[in-house]
């Protein structure tokens, strides 16, 4: 086996603090913006919240994609392959789920 070049290593930081900088503004976001709008709609935002924060957090993950991968960075291939992926439009599917589903039931399911 050989060693990680300093360029993949370099590639590999990059993604970590993307992932660690989108989980976190999904964090913020959660709390912050979704949490009011929730109580505003009468729903409580109780339960496993990590289910919600997880959600918001990969819709901007997809918003992210969309827009580096489109207008950024078209001739990168991570994101050529991310934006034809079949499970990463049904994991985004689901977060909208997961995400929207207390609007229409009342409550936080999760």
Not at 11 to 35: D, H, M, N, Q
Not at 37 to 66: A, D, P, Q
Not at 93 to 109: Q, R
Request: with cysteine; proline share 3%; net charge positive.
């Amino acid at each position: 086996m050989g060693l990680i070049s300093l360029g993949e290593l370099k590639k590999v930081l990059i993604r970590l603090i993307e992932i660690i900088a989108i989980v976190s503004i999904g964090l913020l976001f959660t709390v912050y913006i979704l949490k009011p709008i929730y109580e505003n709609f009468g729903i409580l935002f109780i339960g496993n919240v990590w289910v919600t924060w997880f959600g918001v957090s990969f819709i901007l993950f997809v918003l992210y994609t969309l827009i580096v991968g489109l207008c950024i960075s078209k001739e990168s291939i991570l994101f050529k392959k991310r934006l034809t992926s079949v499970f990463f439009w049904l994991t985004f599917i689901g977060s909208n789920y997961v995400v929207f589903i207390p609007f229409i039931k009342g409550e936080n399911p999760f």
